[in-house]
């Protein structure tokens, strides 16, 4: 079975607001699953969300 976040655990572990995850839903920048009126993430939304938004360094000493 696939375990499901709810927006307080999601934004807990992204380091966001729970309006701030909301507002990332309403305009898609986050994939979600709607269960009834609830929305919750799956580990691979939460997941491609982080991936989507690294930062590669550019270089070293």
Known sequence: MVKLF???EAAGLLGLSE?????K???REIGFVKLGSR???TE???EKYIADHRV???GGR
């Open 19 to 23: 309006s701030t995850l909301y507002k």
């Open 56 to 58: 590669e360094a550019i």
């Open 6 to 8: 709810r927006i307080k």
């Open 44 to 46: 691979e939304d939460l």
């Open 39 to 41: 929305v919750v993430f």
């Open 25 to 27: 839903t309403c305009t």
